[in-house]
């Protein structure tokens, strides 16, 4: 009985290891941390990103600390990016070079004049202060103009890179940078700008470009949208997302995927109800043609559904499998015994 019990905690230790190496996998330490030294002119004390209450033509020096945690020297490119709304509806500040919305008219590129700073080196286990430098436009700015200093550390690959090539890092440091002149918040706005077939990850979806024209966050943002033929009520795409938000003077892809759908050539009507923070409500109706040419530029003419995920299969069927085990275990035992006991 003794060897059974320990033949089954084996297999159990087994298969616990198995099921948690992807946990403990992605556990790993960045090695580096990013704070900023904020100054006297921050108008939010709360904030631990750059706030700050700025005039015309003033000129500031921001400074942020990067501490190398390693045992070794590492380098770190340093830019200062323009916020923008990605299309999963998440404000961005990691594009060094991203596509401007038409509607901003003083952005970070017009206040940093360097965007970005020579690379630098940080010893082992100490820290380096990197500063930047901002000057405001001559003429007042109304709301906020939106962006971040980003941190990226340079790996051994990106060290390798031929010249040319832009560094590319999976994790980055981002202190946020919110320049306003004025206590009052600009309410944000929304406008429906196009619709259209598209495709994103060589998916096809239906994009509602969204656009928030005015200086000032979209917070909270509620998206409620569906499709049916022009004329029609049936409904043929559909669906809702949560907690999005929008940057100031941003743009972005909301999309309706096709899912298992085939859409064929043809005029549909989107209709698109969105909320934001403030009580602000927003209603759009729009009709939109798809043609044989755009189908046939699209690489699928239809989503599969999105494959689902079969871990806890596995750890079910794994846990099954030890059951069973057990259990011949047991048999195989009991059966010696008796055998044992006629003999």
Known sequence: MKRFWQWTVVLGTLLLAICGYQQVAHAENVGYTVNAVLPKNQDDSAATYFALRVKPKQQQKLSVVISNQTKSASKFKVSVNQAITNDNGVIDYSQSHPTLDQSLKVGIK?????????????????????????????????????????????????????????????????????????????APNMTLLSVKAGQSN?????????????????????????????????????????????????????????GNKNLK?????????????????????????????QLNQLANKYNQPQQKSYFWWFVAGGAVIVLLLAIILYLLWRNRRDRNQED
């Open 110 to 186: 017009d206040i940093f004049a360097t965007q970005s700073l020579p690379t630098v080196t940080v010893p082992g286990k100490k820290s380096k202060t990197v500063t930047v430098q901002l000057k405001m436009p001559a003429k007042k700015l109304n709301g906020m103009v939106l962006g971040g200093i980003n941190v990226q550390k340079v790996t051994n690959t990106d060290q390798k890179a031929k010249k040319g090539v832009n560094i590319t890092n999976s994790f980055a440091y981002v202190i946020g940078v919110r320049l306003r002149e004025s206590a009052v918040n600009v």
């Open 202 to 258: 060589s998916l096809n979806q239906v994009n509602a470009k969204l656009q928030n024209p005015e200086p000032g966050i979209m917070s909270n943002l509620k998206v409620k949208a569906k499709v049916t033929a022009q004329g029609s009520d049936k409904v043929i795409l559909q669906n809702e997302k949560s907690n999005l938000a929008m940057a100031p003077n941003s743009s972005f892809n909301y999309a309706l995927p096709f």
């Open 265 to 293: 050539a043809g005029t549909y009507t989107l209709t698109l109800d969105a909320t934001a923070q403030g009580g602000y409500k927003w209603h759009f109706v729009r009709n939109f043609t798809i043609t044989d040419k």
